[in-house]
T-cell receptor, first 113, second 115 residues
Framework: NAGVTQTPKFRILKIGQSMTLQCTQD?????MYWYRQDPGMGLKLIYY???????DKGEVPNGYNVSRSTTEDFPLRLELAAPSQTSVYFC????????????FGPGTRLLVL | AQTVTQSQPEMSVQEAETVTLSCTYD???????LFWYKQPPSRQMILVIR??????QNATENRFSVNFQKAAKSFSLKISDSQLGDAAMYFC????????????FGTGTLLAVQP
């Protein structure tokens, strides 16, 4: 049981490039989330999903897109990368809101130059 | 909108001593959950403890306990018998009682443990 896995661990992008951050969980959780963490700050929610085929915006969705075609995978797409998107990105999953516990992946550090 | 405030950017404690990290929050909701997450240098977020707002009893997990003051909207974390492995960034988080399970995080408190 690997939990929540994220790839890559670190990436450098040039301004205007695009990339996909991968997130996979093997706990059969319905709920999945993408957060970003800027230096010295707490995590902010980008997008979330309550099940396959269902996604919704969080607090800071601009510049990102998501899809959820399977229960296990929740990729985050960055189009036209900007320096403001330099951050650490965390994926998380949870079984149900009643339980309330989210399990986090190890994070992806992204640097946009 | 709900907010979470951690007013202590950094704290330090001697090994084996006790330390308390502060957290306050603002909400008009009556049904919600509060969490403390630990983020060690590896950056992975680890759940430390959870408190349901409807429970009057303070949550406890081994050396970690909370002081939940609902009327004051305060949710502090007490770490007893501090260990070197407790050194990390600690985040307080709030979740509404609704169905989406979205977490709102504070800015964190960096805890150093001195040997």
């Amino acid at each position: 049981n690997a939990g929540v896995t994220q790839t890559p661990k670190f990436r450098i992008l040039k301004i205007g490039q695009s990339m996909t951050l991968q997130c996979t969980q093997d706990m059969n959780h319905n709920y999945m989330y993408w957060y970003r963490q800027d230096p010295g700050m707490g995590l902010k929610l980008i997008y979330y999903s309550v099940g396959a085929g269902i996604t919704d915006k969080g607090e800071v969705p601009n510049g990102y897109n998501v899809s959820r075609s399977t229960t296990e995978d929740f990729p985050l797409r960055l189009e036209l990368a900007a320096p403001s998107q330099t951050s650490v990105y965390f994926c998380a999953s949870s079984y149900s809101p009643e339980v309330g516990t989210q399990y986090f992946g190890p994070g992806t550090r992204l640097l946009v130059l | 909108a709900q907010t979470v405030t951690q007013s202590q950017p950094e704290m330090s404690v001697q090994e084996a001593e006790t330390v308390t990290l502060s957290c306050t929050y603002d909400t008009s909701e009556s049904d919600y959950y509060l969490f403390w997450y630990k983020q060690p240098p590896s950056r992975q977020m680890i759940l430390v403890i959870r408190q349901e707002a409807y429970k009057q009893q303070n949550a406890t997990e081994n050396r970690f306990s909370v002081n939940f003051q609902k009327a004051a909207k305060s949710f502090s974390l007490k770490i007893s018998d501090s260990q070197l492995g407790d050194a990390a960034m600690y985040f307080c988080a709030y979740r509404s009682g609704g169905a989406t399970n979205k977490l709102i995080f504070g800015t964190g408190t960096l805890l150093a443990v001195q040997p």
